[in-house]
Structures are given as C-alpha cells and as structure tokens.
C-alpha cells in the first residue's frame, strides 16, 4: 500500500500529505524516542549522538524539514560507480527526508517479473542495438574498445540512485542516514499483482564457485518471489537456471555474467521449477549499497566497500537503522541501491535476494566543529546503529583508494582476505569502545572477549568483510 | 538451589529422588517433545534424529534410563587433554542421565573466590612443593628436564571431567549428547555465598596480544562476578590484574601464563577495582571443551578443536543445545570442561568469563549400522543443534590430528587461520544441506547465500573456527 511513498497511487497526492502530517517532530515516534532534535533512542538515550549534539545539529538545519521524493528512472541513477562528479538528484537540508526508489541490477534476470511494465525500471534497462537507457556501467574505462561507446567496461555493478546532495556538507563532517522505511517495490506486470521478485546468483565471483564438486563451473540463477504487501515474513524460490551466453542487443556474447544489465533470453535456457520447495527465506530488507562519494578517485568501482560505504552488504542496514558516514566530497553525494530482500552473513555464492525496494531516509549532518567530545568524533568508517546494537565493520583494507594507490580498484581484488578483515573489526572495535565508552584498552580486550560478537558479513565483495556487533544493553547499568 | 545436582546439600537426596522422578520419561518434555523415544523436537519433527532412528537407539538401550552423578575432584578430571588410555569415571547406558561438574583451570588467578572452600575445587588445584593435586597437566612430555615430575608440559589447558564411558559405543557410532541444565557452581567461601565468579584472561594467546596500543605486551586478567541464583542474566566485573611473574610451589617462576594451574599470590599483584563499572555482559553459561576421545594418538591437547568436538568454543553449546559427536574409540570416552558463563563469538582475548559450572546431560548413542538413510548418517564433525538452529564447526584444519600427521599437534598452531575455517565451514554446510535436506548443490549455494549465516567462533584456540548457523524456519513449510 502506498505510504505517500509510490508516485504511481492514485491516491499519491493524499498519501503523501499524510506522511508528512506523520513524520512531524513530535507526533510520530522514531525508534522509540523523537526525530531530530530528540537526538537519542533507547534506553539511557544511547544514541551516538548525544543531546547536546542533536540540538547543535538541529539549530543549524531548518525549523521544519523538508520532504523529498526521489524516484528511479534513468535520469536519477548512475550505475556500477560512486562518483564526486556527478551532478546531485535532488539537494536536501539537514534533517530532511527523502524517499528513495531502488532498482536491483540484477533485474535483467527475469524482465517479465522485475521491468516489465515499471516506467523507471524500463528506462534504466533499455538497451537497443543502438544506444542503452543508461550508457555508462561501471567505474572502468570509456575506451570503445574495452567495451561498447564510453559506457565503462563493467568495473562495478550496482544500479545506485542519487547523488543526493546534503547542503552544507563538508569533508570531515558526518552523516548520519536513519533508514525509516524499507519496503519491496512491487511488480508492475499485471499477471503478478501483489508480488515482488529478486534474484540470486552463484556466479564466477562467489566464494563457491572455485570449489563446486567434481570440479565443475557453472552460473546458476535462482529467481525468489517475495509479498509485495507485507504479509508474509519469508521469500520463496520460483525457479532456477543455468546461465547459458547470452548476447546482448549490441551484439556482444557473454560467456559469463560479466556486464551489468544483460537481458537473459530465456528462450536460451532452461528453467527448472522444482527448486527449494518448501523452503522459506525470512525475509530482511536492506540496501547492500549505501554511502557518501569517495573523494579518492572521480570514478570508483562500487563493488568493494570502503571507508564512506558503499557496498557494506550487512542485512542489518535496513528498516529502523541509523548509518553514520564520515563526509569525504562538499555535499556528502549519498547514493543507495543493491537492494536485498535477504541476505545471510557472508553473501557466499556472490549476490543476495536481489530485490528493487524502496527507502524513506532522514538525513542529518553533523557538522566537524560540533563533534568533540561526542562519540562521533573520530567516525571514520561506516557505523551502524539499530535499537538494541552498534555494528563496525571491518574490511581487508579499511581505506583501500587511499592505501594501495593509483592501481586500487584492480589490485583490491587481490587483497580479498576475512583474516585481515578481522584484524580491521578487532582495532575498529577497540576504537569505539575505548572512545565512545571511555574504557581503557585493558578493558575493552576483555569485554570484546566475554561480549562482542564477530561475524562473517561478506566474501564476495573484493574488499572482504568482517563486522563486530556489540549489545546496547551491556552499557544499561550506567548512569 | 539444587535439583538434585548438588551433593553438598543437605536434601540433596531428595532432591535427587525428585529429579529422577521428573526426567522420567513421559513425564517431562525436553526442547518441547519428550525424551528418548520421541527423538523430534519442535515444529515439524526437525531433529537430526528421526523418529524411526530415535525408536532404534531407544530399543537398544535400557528401558529405564539410570542416573548418574560425577562429581569434580582430583580423582575424577584429567587437565589439559583427551585421551583415549583414561580408564573411564564412570560407565552410562545409552539413554542414561549424568550430572557433572566441571571446573574452571583459571581458578587459581583467585583461589579465594573460586577455590577456597571447595573440597572437590581444592583437591585439583592442590599444589604444594613436593606434589600436585593432579600431577600431569597437558598432553607434552613427561620428560623431568621439560618441566617438573612426570606431568605434562603444559601443552593443552582445560580441567576435564571424566572420560564418560558409553556401552555399547564403537567408532562409527554417533553419539548424542542433551544439555539439560548447566549453571554456575557457587562460591564455598562464606565470604561470597550467593555467588559464583570467573576470570578472563587477555593472555599470550589471544588475538590482541601482538597488536595493542603502543606496541605494549601484557597479560590482564579480569575477575567476574555472576549470579548463582539465576535472578540476574548479567555477569560483572570485579577488578582486574596484570600478571606479573609468579613462582609455584615447585618453585618455578612463570614470567607469562604458561602452565596451568599456577597459583597467583595477589600479594604481588595490584587490583584495580574500577573496572568495566556500570558494565553488565548477558550472561551465556556453556562449556567450552565437550567431545569425546580421539583415536589418532594417545594424549591429545586440549586446546585445538577437532572432528570429536573439544574445544569448540562455541557459547551456544549451553542449556537447550544437542551435541553430535563421531565416536572415534570404544565407549566414546566423553569429556566436559571449560565451563564459561559467556563468551562473544571470537573469544577475542583468549578467554571467556572462565567460571566453573555444573551440567546435566543425557547421553544417546546411535549405532553406526542404523544410521543409513538418516541425517547422521555422514556426520564426520562436531554438530550442534538447539530448537530453533543447526550449526557446523568448521576449523582451519578439520581433522588436523589425521591431516598433520606425527607432529600436528605442534604443527597446527602454524595453521591458524579464518580464512581456512571459513572454507571448512562452507563445506560442511553444503554437504550438512545436501545430505539432511536433500537439497542440490545449486539448491545450497543459493540458499547459504540468502539465508545462512557465517560467524567466528574463536580466533584463539590454534585451530581456528568459523560456525554456519541455518535456521530450523526455513524448512517450516515442507511437509
């Protein structure tokens, strides 16, 4: 049901007056406590940002916020790369909400479930013998050599919308991006009303695929339907098939899934409906992708994660969250996509549920005067924040841009190692501890120990991940 | 309050009558279904034993099962390994109940709180300048020259309880181990009635060691005080130390924490009382150490974790969990030890909150020849079930004890690595999928990307391990 959310409702103008009516300051609740200038949540207010910085940060954004809707079509979204010199979507103030249309780059998969008949889908996956809805994909090279008409070579994958531009955003401010709202972005084809769909695929980059039985290699895709209206907590596999190469409208044949956006012709493959049956995923929506510009690099590949986001791929980051950034370019440029109707720790065979769902943010900026002394002080990688939990996140090379130099993006891909992504989650971890909770490095070695929990978040993402969860409740008996 | 599980008090007989009575079968549910004979539990029939296996085992076994009671004392714990040469404490029927208490091997970093007092305590951590309590501790060598009078170099750590000896048990055969009760053992000083304590130790093992702050290097540990009572779920800190070097009763100084047992005389330590204040970590009592003997040598360190379990280090092993371990040697010979009140996934340090504990088992043995056609069929590792999950151990080296041949208990401790754990684990869920779901290996690959997940079990113990958690849930919906 629209929320004032789907621009496509034609009771969209109503629903969205309601929203805003909803989201005012003082009437609706966030997280058990208030919007902007509550500035905490939980028990004990135990929000990395203190009151006094949440007042700070308020006086400085406008009385009232502003609502924002930021559809997703081809005009919006910039695909497979992060970039500072994109020309934003839409300018917010802080304390502002936006809501934000998703696609999932994996929709080429099955068009008739995942484009057929959604106007922004279609014009982002348009792709004639002469030109693409969407030119450049990835973070590569223009060389019409390397590919087809200066539309990147396919370093990086993910269909992203925005850049969102936060006005006043500087480097070494901070970010802070609470996800209010995650939801499936409904099929547009009439025969599957009510239903959304993802797709999964083990394909040549998963941590399987060079050690499958007997030796073997091959591209499997699984095609997922998930309830567009809520009503079911769990995803179900549809079918299956075997990726066979597929040629694209520019004449091209890919062997393998090797160019973002090929449509799959299923009269080429065979697809297998006997598939997981009677298994139901639990369905947790989050966007694998999410974060500010790197000012490293114009173009960078967004598959591996870094420092400002990007493809963190941590289910966690999804309704009810609060990710912070550190601020890298003026404006922030926030961009979101990859979304995921679930994922497990580790994202082993290379992708999710890809799944196009939609997201409503309020953003807030922390400005870098005003954070001594609060634990945001020293934020310089991704953190998130649920009600009950803070999360690090670890990574092979935590800066990668900055420490392997101008060969990064490729060499990243060499550096692929959960060993060193641990060690990344270990410092991170004792960093926050011993900043935001004022203990002593005796002190947080063992509570890491009796009461932090590492986990595997992903093996797929070049830029290997580790994240280290620690419970709000331990810190409960405090004043 | 005793259940029936604590022989120091004063009705301890009747209480024991009344726990028999209780765990009779028919009388009283474990993980919501009955005991043997039932063998399924929660939604579904989805235990790893089925309900024609659970009839099988239970034929074989006595009609009534006997209880059994192992207290901990110098008489009835081996320290620091598993050994398939231990005569057995005491010899169990297939379906027989067992109480045993185990004790923690940091008990000495505070004799007065968790020694002191405690006949069965005192007896194992006796240590004067002619003899120990118990003499061998650890698998190494007996050699005068490598430490002192036949016992045990240190290599390996844990206090054991047992060896269990199962009739009827051969390798091949699987056994079942319920944990039905495991709670703190309370202190015997008079001074602290009513609670019970454990120590963690940021030790020369542990993750941190060689990567702290300022290049330091230090030994810390941290005494903790946990509820005996039950009424409260979080454990605190006490104070904490650094060791400093300590000279046993044999007269040997110990710079570092290097052999087991050695009584820390706080007269040369300084305790720092303001520590971790207002800190409560959720407390998660379970045993770090439970297996059965291995058959490939004669005295095997306790530390690296292996196919017969050990020391998985896993802090979900607790109350509720089922343990599957392959028999390796005639009567299983089953061991339990390294009681922990909690630990987070990693056991970063080196340690948990090491906090002597009391257990309830019953043990269940399933023939090898009946095990065809039934998930445990191929269960060549250590399994954990609880109600809602299934959880494979993967290690660094899955059976390093037959991998490394003659020197592997040396050599494994070169072989520390997540990555390689990380891969074992992979394997091991996609063969746990395949052979108890009958899912394809296409079929798995999905489904561990979308709905598994990977986490660090321990980073510690040599033997790295990595855990796959997939949840009972997501085959609800099969018939």
């Known amino acids: 049901m629209c929320m004032g959310d789907d621009v496509n409702c034609p009771d969209f103008e109503a629903h969205f007056r309601q929203f805003k009516e909803e989201i005012n300051p003082g009437r609706r609740g966030f997280l058990g406590a208030g919007l902007i200038g509550a500035g905490s949540f939980a028990a004990g207010g135990l929000s990395l940002v203190t009151p006094a910085l949440a007042q700070t940060s308020a006086a400085k954004a406008p009385a009232a916020p502003s609502y924002h809707y930021l559809p997703a079509n081809s005009d919006t979204v910039h695909w497979g790369y992060f970039s500072k010199t994109l020309a934003p979507k839409v300018e917010v103030d ?25 106007e922004g889908a279609e014009s982002v996956y348009k792709w004639t013998a002469t030109e693409k809805g969407v030119d450049r994909r990835g973070a590569g090279s223009t060389d019409p050599a390397v590919y087809k008409v200066g539309s990147g ?4 994958v993910h269909i992203l919308t925005g850049p ?34 993802g797709s999964n695929a083990a394909a040549w980059w998963g941590y399987h695929y060079n050690d499958m039985l007997n030796g073997a290699k091959r591209e499997v895709i699984t095609i997922y339907e998930v309830d567009a209206s809520g009503d079911r907590n769990w ?36 697809r297998n409906y006997d598939v997981l049956k009677g298994v139901r995923i639990p369905i947790r929506p989050h966007f694998g992708t999410l974060g500010v510009a790197p000012a490293e690099a114009d173009f960078v590949d967004s598959v591996p994660p870094s420092y400002t986001g990007g493809n963190v791929d941590n289910w966690r980051i999804g309704k009810g969250a609060v990710m912070y950034y550190p601020v890298s370019v003026e404006g922030a ?3 979101v996509g990859d979304p995921h109707a679930s994922q497990g720790d580790s994202e082993l065979c290379g992708t999710a549920i ?12 922390h400005k870098k005067a005003d954070l001594a002394g609060t634990p945001l002080e020293e934020m310089d990688h991704p953190m998130l924040e649920t009600q009950s939990e803070w999360v690090v996140h670890g990574f092979s090379v935590p800066n990668y841009l900055g420490t392997l130099g101008a060969t990064a993006q490729s060499d990243i891909y060499g550096k692929s190692s959960i060993d060193d992504a641990m060690r990344d989650a270990f410092r991170k971890m004792r960093k926050f501890l011993m900043t935001t909770k004022g203990l002593t490095e005796d002190e947080t070695h063992s509570l890491m120990s009796v009461g932090v929990d590492f986990g595997i978040t992903q093996v797929v993402d070049g830029n290997w991940g580790v994240h280290a ?11």
Chains 1, 2 share one sequence.
């Open 164 to 197: 969102v531009y936060v006005r006043g955003a500087e480097p070494g401010d901070v970010l802070e991006v609470r996800i209010l709202d995650c939801k499936p972005r409904p099929c547009a084809n009439p025969e599957f009303t009510g239903k959304s769909f």
């Open 354 to 365: 890809e799944c196009s769902l939609t997201g409503t943010f309020q953003l807030i900026l």
């Open 153 to 156: 070579d396919g370093q990086g």
């Open 94 to 118: 802080s304390g502002d909400y936006v809501t934000i249309e998703t696609l999932t780059h994996h929709a080429a998969d099955d068009l008739e479930r995942m484009v057929q008949g959604d």
């Open 469 to 479: 969860i620690v419970k709000k409740e331990l810190f409960s008996g405090r004043a």
């Open 333 to 335: 440029l926030l961009s």
């Open 235 to 270: 995803a179900e596999a549809v079918y299956n098939f075997k990726w066979v190469p597929q040629t694209d409208p520019f004449g091209v044949t890919h062997p393998t899934i090797d160019y973002p956006g090929v449509p799959v012709d299923h009269g080429l493959t065979s």
